[in-house]
């Protein structure tokens, strides 16, 4: 798989927390207690008694959400993916909270106020792929060249689809999410 934390670069499968997997192996956070020779002991784990570990992967803050954990220094984010700031349109809100209806008694969240700050959990780290994003910036640096005269360049729309809604996006050169639109998502 290409992995987005080294610029696209190629990792075998199974040394990443790629999801994509030919087995459904379960995923599940652990703290490491301590390692005894060819052992390491796991606590807080959400397995069943003679449960096989099969493997260990390292916490990333950026992923997992646990107050208090610490990492390796090695493992830290670099903010590679980081976005500047994630923003809204004056009449995002609102056209969100017209979509409420159709996925209200689906939904985990409560309201249309609280999805909202999913979005922008969700969208406060760059999700494209790499090759989306290398695509951008070569696009950019082209219309920057071309349009002299013209400051406005303009930024591709990204989609994405929470809970049977799509959100419309752009991330700008700048790393920049302006979040413009939300509509109920086609069946």
Not at 106 to 124: A, C, G
Request: charge should be negative.
């Amino acid at each position: 798989v290409r992995v987005p934390r080294l610029k696209g670069e190629k990792m075998g499968l199974f040394a990443t927390r790629s999801p994509h997997r030919p087995c459904p192996i379960g995923l599940t956070v652990a703290k490491v207690e301590s390692v005894q020779e060819s052992s390491i002991l796991l606590s807080g784990v959400d397995l069943v008694d003679g449960t096989p570990v099969l493997d260990v992967k390292p916490y990333l803050p950026y992923c997992d959400s646990i107050e208090g954990a610490v990492v390796p220094h090695w493992v830290k984010m670099d903010d590679l993916l980081a976005v500047a700031s994630v923003d809204f349109s004056d009449d995002f809100l609102a056209t969100l909270a017209d979509c409420w209806p159709a996925i209200d008694k689906k939904s985990l969240y409560t309201s249309p106020e609280e999805f909202q700050i999913l979005i922008k959990q969700v969208l406060s780290w760059d999700i494209r792929s790499v090759s989306q994003r290398t695509q951008v910036e070569e696009n950019y640096e082209k219309t920057k060249k071309e349009q002299v005269h013209n400051n406005e360049v303009r930024d591709s729309i990204y989609h994405l689809n929470l809970e049977g809604l799509d959100i419309a996006y752009r991330i700008t050169s700048d790393s920049n999410v302006l979040v413009e639109n939300v509509t109920i998502s086609p069946k």
